[in-house]
């Protein structure tokens, strides 16, 4: 994919999400969610991750319940926490076990080793007002590698008037040259599967000389 068809798809993106209409018809910068020093991490993460500042238990259970079970399977949990991105990559297991940890022993009462729906609601309630732990890791990076980048570079620093020759933080181009590698590994794959059979899978061996 070219940049200019990134740059397309990015601007229609945005205008898809109802960009906010600025002075002179541009679509003006997503102005990031304020939210207090002090906030807890589920907060953080819904402004920085989903732009959302008003939200509800039953609303964050069911955003983050990917599957649609009812429940947060462990998986889901480390998901919703970024242990998926690439970021995430130079985590220790240990500490991965950790959040597992931590989220069951608060929630997980009848100790089946998922978080049922009523035991995260029971959690939030009026009575014990929970909230999600904040590991130290960061807001939970857990969207695909462009949504990311809309969402915490485009977004804030350009628009639909956005240029070729305006793509140069270092973002724009690390999030190009991971689009590049891609790119070229799809054709280096469609290569192969054109062939009948692909001399790297045959033993060396059986290989003529």
Known sequence: ???????????????????????????????????APNADWATKHMAEEHHISTFDPASFFSLHDYDNSGSWEQNEILKTYGMDDPSAKDV???????IIREVMKLMDHNSNGIIEKHEWLQFTGEERKGTLPDFGLGPGHHWDMETEYEIHHWELYHD?????????????????????????EAERVAALDKLSIVEQNIPAKFRRD
Do not use: W, Y
Not at 92 to 98: A, G, N, R, S
């Open 160 to 184: 639909e008037n956005t240029k070729e020759e305006d793509l140069i933080h270092p973002e724009d181009i690390e999030h190009f040259r991971l689009h590049d590698e891609l790119e070229d």
């Open 92 to 98: 220790p297991q240990e500490k991965k076990d950790e």
């Open 1 to 35: 994919m070219t940049i200019r068809r990134l740059l397309a798809a990015c601007a229609a993106s945005i205008a898809f999400a109802g960009g906010v209409v600025a002075h002179g018809g541009g679509v003006a910068h997503q102005k990031p969610i304020q939210v």
